[in-house]
T-cell receptor, first 114, second 111 residues
Framework: NAGVTQTPKFQVLKTGQSMTLQCAQDMNHNSMYWYRQDPGMGLRLIYYSASEGTTDKGEVPNGYNVSRLNKREFSLRLESAAPSQTSVYFC?????????????FGQGTRLTVV | RKEVEQDPGPFNVPEGATVAFNCTYSNSASQSFFWYRQDCRKEPKLLMSVYSSGNEDGRFTAQLNRASQYISLLIRDSKLSDSATYLCVVRLSGGYNKLIFGAGTRLAVHP
């Protein structure tokens, strides 16, 4: 039971470097999300994809881009990393509709930008 | 104003205490509601969904008041293992399926 898998788990970047965070889910969920969590704070939505082929900005999209590659995969790209992007990044997926729509999370990526 | 607001905490309570967390949401298009639990440096996990009629799961009771746009979580007979951060989560209706998290309330249960 893999659920939601994020890679990498840890990453250190230099200011200005780029990288892509990968996320894949095996629960046949339509919706996928990227959140960031800063120390002592809640989860803030960066981007989400309600269904394959669609993506929408969340609360804090600046400095990020996303790609919903297929139903399983949703990647987050930092084109030019900044120290303000040091955070823990969580990917999540959920179903849609009135039925049970709880979100399942990956284990997180701890990113440090120096 | 934040879309989902919670008690700031932290709540420090002795074992056996009853503790209540509150949450308000601003978007009337909110459709589904949840409480998640997050342990230190771990991913959030679903504690319970919140239904219109209110629901209970063992020592945990969740209530929803749509008119006041208010959600609550009651924990009875607190255990040391209940120490965690509790996150209020709201899902918006329509095709968006957007999940919005509150900042969380930290609970510390002591012997």
């Amino acid at each position: 039971n893999a659920g939601v898998t994020q890679t990498p788990k840890f990453q250190v970047l230099k200011t200005g470097q780029s990288m892509t965070l990968q996320c894949a889910q095996d629960m046949n969920h339509n919706s996928m999300y990227w959140y960031r969590q800063d120390p002592g704070m809640g989860l803030r939505l960066i981007y989400y994809s309600a269904s394959e082929g669609t993506t929408d900005k969340g609360e804090v999209p600046n400095g990020y881009n996303v790609s919903r590659l297929n139903k399983r995969e949703f990647s987050l790209r930092l084109e030019s990393a900044a120290p303000s992007q040091t955070s823990v990044y969580f990917c999540a997926s959920s179903g849609m509709g009135q039925a049970k729509t709880e979100a399942f999370f990956g284990q997180g990526t701890r990113l440090t930008v120096v | 104003r934040k879309e989902v607001e919670q008690d700031p905490g932290p709540f420090n309570v002795p074992e056996g205490a009853t503790v209540a967390f509150n949450c308000t949401y601003s978007n009337s298009a909110s459709q589904s509601f949840f409480w998640y639990r997050q342990d230190c440096r771990k991913e959030p996990k679903l504690l319970m969904s919140v239904y219109s009629s209110g629901n209970e799961d063992g020592r945990f009771t969740a209530q929803l008041n749509r008119a006041s746009q208010y959600i609550s979580l009651l924990i009875r007979d607190s255990k040391l293992s209940d120490s965690a951060t509790y996150l209020c989560v709201v899902r918006l209706s329509g095709g968006y399926n957007k999940l919005i998290f509150g900042a969380g309330t930290r609970l510390a249960v002591h012997p």
